[in-house]
């Protein structure tokens, strides 16, 4: 049975705010172990005023970013204790194979793959126009 988690909920889970929270809305699909999210790009992120002006593509490194906050969010849920903090400490084989431009909807996946006391190691991918972007191994710590 999946969970579904509106900006409101997202928010009370992880820290982040606007305009670092990569994040519109998630879903819990297995709890303790997956999770997808998505994050609609629009022409008003700051970010894309720099990168690049003529022509606008989400920065790979926000779309790690937003990989991470979605496991954040999982590895938050499912604690006990419900100040954890997910805390980034290593992003692996990261891999960007297309361009992700204002107008597109980034459909974000997570998934627990291995985990030892506050340790969770995540297998995350973005995915657009139902085609791959973005993958990363995310390795986090629950603080």
């Given at each position: 049975?999946?969970?579904?988690?509106?900006?409101?909920?997202?928010?009370?889970?992880?820290?982040?705010?606007?305009?670092?929270?990569?994040?519109?809305?998630?879903?819990?699909?297995?709890?303790?172990?997956?999770?997808?999210?998505?994050?609609?790009?629009?022409?008003?992120e700051?970010?894309?005023?720099?990168h690049?002006?003529?022509?606008?593509?989400?920065?790979?490194?926000?779309?790690?970013e937003?990989?991470?906050?979605?496991?954040?969010?999982?590895?938050?849920?499912?604690?006990?204790?419900t100040?954890?903090?997910?805390?980034?400490?290593?992003?692996?084989?990261?891999?960007?194979?297309?361009?992700?431009?204002?107008?597109?909807?980034?459909?974000?996946?997570?998934?627990?793959?291995?985990?030892?006391?506050?340790?969770?190691?995540?297998?995350?991918?973005?995915?657009?126009?139902?085609?791959?972007?973005?993958?990363?191994?995310?390795?986090?710590?629950?603080?």
């Amino acid at each position: 049975m999946s969970t579904d988690l509106d900006l409101k909920a997202i928010k009370a889970i992880i820290p982040h705010r606007y305009p670092i929270l990569l994040l519109d809305r998630a879903r819990i699909i297995t709890k303790d172990v997956k999770i997808e999210g998505w994050k609609c790009v629009t022409n008003t992120e700051p970010f894309l005023q720099g990168h690049f002006p003529q022509e606008p593509i989400m920065p790979g490194v926000l779309q790690v970013e937003a990989m991470a906050q979605l496991a954040s969010v999982l590895a938050g849920y499912e604690a006990e204790d419900t100040d954890a903090l997910m805390l980034l400490a290593s992003v692996n084989k990261a891999r960007f194979s297309r361009k992700v431009i204002p107008g597109m909807c980034m459909h974000i996946h997570a998934e627990i793959t291995a985990q030892r006391q506050n340790i969770r190691k995540f297998a995350c991918y973005i995915e657009v126009d139902g085609q791959k972007a973005s993958e990363a191994e995310i390795v986090g710590a629950l603080a």
